[in-house]
């Protein structure tokens, strides 16, 4: 059974500060995602990266896949407040399929202060 | 073209009654997929449709659990006997069948409260 496993959880930042988010998920699959969530609200997609060493950049946020450690990293450059949301990451089930059905983390609750 | 959408934004329901969420996909997209997200937590898969045919439910789908996708456009998922294990953001996706990223996009989400 696929699992994804975000950490931290919580994450208090402070205005200009960088740091990354971590997403590690038990086996093997063809895509990651990475999801913005603000309070209330649905989810927004950041991110999909389909091969090892992808790397993704918009804006302050950088995502990058190791599709051999099974890694993703969400890293965040110079926050600010705007930044404040809930991050998911999540594994495409289906490795060599085409279902498409997502397994996500439980997410990281970022909260950036002046 | 306004993206997925969802109807109704938010139901309350007393337990035991039965209710029903309706989602509206983005208008090329054929594959449709429902989760449910509980405060706190990562959505859940439920339930896919490639066109009109469910092609995967998840073990969370009880047998109180249907969802319908008549003509392969918009769906609906019913709750028949609700409970209070219930209550959760019921969360609509649609994306296109071809092309490697298959990104879904999601819906505002109908919030049900069981009471």
């Known amino acids: 059974e696929l699992k994804v496993e975000q950490n931290p959880l919580f994450l208090s930042m402070q205005e200009g500060k960088n740091y990354t988010i971590y997403c590690n998920y038990s086996t093997t699959s063809d895509r990651l995602y990475w999801y913005r969530q603000d309070p209330g609200k649905s989810l927004e997609s950041l991110f999909v990266l389909l091969s090892n060493g992808a790397v993704k950049q918009e804006g302050r946020l950088m995502a990058s896949l190791d599709t051999k450690a099974r890694l993703s990293t969400l890293h965040i450059t110079a926050a600010v407040h705007d930044l404040s949301a809930t991050y998911f990451c999540?594994?495409?089930?289906?490795?060599?399929?085409?279902?498409?059905?997502?397994?996500f983390g439980k997410g990281t609750k970022l909260s950036v202060k002046p | 073209d306004t993206g997925v959408s969802q109807d109704p934004r938010h139901k309350i329901t007393k337990r035991g009654q039965n209710v029903t969420f309706r989602c509206d996909p983005i208008s090329e997209h054929n594959r449709l997929y429902w989760y449910r997200q509980t405060l706190g937590q990562g959505p859940e898969f439920l339930t896919y449709f490639q066109n009109e045919a469910q092609l995967e439910k998840s073990r969370l789908l009880s047998d109180r659990f249907s969802a319908e996708r008549p003509k392969g456009s918009f769906s609906t998922l019913e709750i028949q006997r609700t409970e209070q294990g219930d209550s959760a953001m019921y969360l609509c996706a649609s994306s296109p069948r071809e092309g490697a990223l298959l990104e879904q996009y999601f819906g505002p989400g109908t919030r049900l409260t069981v009471t």
């Open positions: 999540a594994v495409d089930s289906s490795y060599g399929g085409s279902q498409g059905n997502l397994i």
